[in-house]
């Protein structure tokens, strides 16, 4: 099941992106806005 739900997760994630290049574009921002957060 802990599978399964974790599939689910990243499916809506990649549909959300829609690309590739849009998905490395995300995980940029996530990290900048982690940084900001960390005061780095």
């Known amino acids: 099941m802990r599978k399964f739900m974790?599939?689910?997760v990243m499916a809506v994630g990649l549909v959300g992106c829609n690309t590739i290049s849009g998905l490395?574009?995300?995980i940029s921002a996530s990290a900048r806005t982690a940084q900001s957060?960390?005061?780095?």
Do not use: F, R, S
């Not at 957060?37 to 780095?40: A, R």
């Open 6 to 8: 974790v599939l689910v």
């Open 24 to 26: 490395g574009e995300d």
């Open 37 to 40: 957060w960390l005061g780095n």
